[in-house]
């Protein structure tokens, strides 16, 4: 059974970073590409970044470039989303999805909750 | 990136047929992929491609795709069928699957 378990979320201050982690389980981690999406509270979903199987692809939304990295760890079957700068703007839902290759994203973690707040 | 514009509601009666649309410009090179979200929980994939459909996804569950405009239709619609529904596609370079529409949500009175 595919499964994707975030974690880390939390709430940080305004300007503060925060590390999100995502453990996959039940497939074969480094053959699927992956990607983060947040959803703002009562809001529609945001793709927010996307990493390549090998990790040498990397892709941003405006809204996070220059603020946000993604990394994996294939030998632990783990997705990060390293967030700094954060703004009330970032506060969300954040989703771990799968994306094998030549296929959608097919299967998504539960979520983590960030907030931004003071 | 790219957009894609859905109406934001849309309502059925139970049983009847509904048609939940999406428009861009980028759906003219490339297939939508359509998920359905309920309260609380993860989006779920339910149409992708050319009109396949995920293993457990109902037949009722159905796509199609003309110009600028995808499509996702509920043949009789289910109470359970109650969701917000979103369209995704990629991005204008297709790079990456990285554009959602804005969503609509379904009532089925």
């Known amino acids: 059974e595919v499964q994707l378990v975030e974690s880390g979320g939390g709430v940080v201050q305004p300007g503060g970073s925060l590390r999100l982690s995502c453990a996959a389980s039940?497939?074969?981690?480094?053959?699927?590409?992956m990607n983060w999406v947040r959803q703002a509270p009562g809001k529609g979903l945001e793709w927010v970044s996307y990493?390549?199987?090998?990790?040498?692809?990397?892709y941003y939304a405006d809204s996070v470039k220059g603020r946000f990295t993604i990394s994996r760890d294939n030998a632990k079957n783990s997705l990060y989303l390293e967030m700094r700068s954060l703004t009330a703007d970032d506060t969300a839902v954040y989703y771990c999805?799968?994306?094998?290759?030549?296929?959608?994203?097919?299967?998504w973690g539960q979520g983590t909750l960030v907030t931004v707040s003071s | 990136s790219s957009e894609l514009t859905q109406d934001p509601t849309v309502s059925v009666a139970l049983g009847q047929t509904v048609r939940i649309t999406c428009q861009g410009d980028?759906?003219?090179?490339?297939?939508a992929n359509w998920y359905q979200q309920k309260p609380g929980q993860a989006p779920v994939l339910v149409i992708y491609?050319?009109?396949k459909r995920p293993s457990g996804i109902p037949d009722r569950f159905s796509g199609s795709d003309s110009g600028n405009t995808a499509s996702l239709t509920i043949t009789g619609a289910q109470a359970e069928d109650e969701a917000d529904y979103y369209c995704?596609?990629?991005?204008?370079?297709?790079?990456?699957?990285?554009?959602f529409g804005g969503g609509t949500k379904l009532t089925v009175l």
């Open positions: 990493i390549s199987s090998s990790g040498r692809t990397i």
């Open positions: 491609g050319k009109n």
């Open positions: 999805a799968r994306e094998p290759v030549g296929d959608p994203i097919d299967y």
């Open positions: 995704n596609s990629r991005d204008r370079s297709g790079d990456h699957l990285g554009v």
């Open positions: 980028s759906l003219r090179n490339y297939y």
């Open positions: 039940g497939f074969t981690f480094n053959d699927c590409q």
